[in-house]
């Protein structure tokens, strides 16, 4: 009895270091931008806006004759992906293009800021904004998940099922030490008490 009682207090403390090990930066980061976000008043953020210009030609401009002339489409013809990356170095592939019989406007969400572009269909010009809005800014996104994409929103899954799996093999620790540390269970309950009072009685 000994001995298996011994190899679950071993399975807990392996448990316990190995998703601690992996959700290590992933908690600093959240609880960082938990006080920035709670912050986010108080801390000052300076949008600065670039603006970039050019002219479709060649295929590139061709392409977008072959669309409709009003709607949205899935994105932007290839040829004209291809020319834009080229030109000003900007990827719209798999943006939403939404098309008018005068131009096209790309929208190009961004965390820490935003961005969009607009060709003109008639004489090919493009021109394209990106504003950011600093580091705090780009960090607070990351921590709501806005606008970062599939690898990012499949991050914060992965950390999620590793901060839970190390809270309830900490509390399995909790348990196993209980019976040596008399404060331990006060101290538990008292974690979930004191937020529990604060939400029923101070958020309105």
Not at 45 to 63: C, H, I, K, Q
Not at 94 to 110: F, H, K, N, Q, S
Not at 152 to 162: L, N
Request: with cysteine; aromatic share 12%; net charge neutral.
């Amino acid at each position: 009895m000994k001995k298996k009682s011994n190899f679950w207090k071993k399975q807990a403390r392996i448990w316990h270091w190995i998703s601690g090990a992996v959700c290590l930066v992933g908690m600093l980061l959240f609880s960082f931008t938990g006080i920035t976000l709670n912050h986010a008043a108080d801390i000052p953020a300076t949008p600065e806006t670039v603006t970039y210009t050019m002219t479709l030609d060649g295929a590139g401009f061709s392409a977008l004759a072959e669309q409709p002339e009003d709607g949205m489409t899935d994105q932007l013809p290839p040829e004209t992906i291809r020319a834009l990356r080229s030109g000003i170095g900007v990827n719209t592939s798999g943006r939403e293009a939404e098309w008018t019989d005068i131009d096209v406007y790309v929208g190009l969400p961004r965390p820490g800021g935003d961005a969009w572009l607009a060709i003109d269909r008639e004489t090919g010009a493009v021109e394209y904004e990106r504003t950011t809005r600093g580091t705090i800014s780009w960090l607070n996104d990351l921590h709501k998940g806005r606008n970062t994409g599939t690898v990012w929103f499949w991050f914060i899954d992965i950390f999620s099922v590793a901060a839970i799996l190390f809270c309830l093999t900490g509390l399995w620790l909790l348990q196993i030490h209980a019976g040596k540390r008399a404060i331990t269970w006060p101290l538990t309950i008292a974690g979930l008490v004191v937020p529990a009072v604060l939400a029923i009685f101070f958020i309105h």
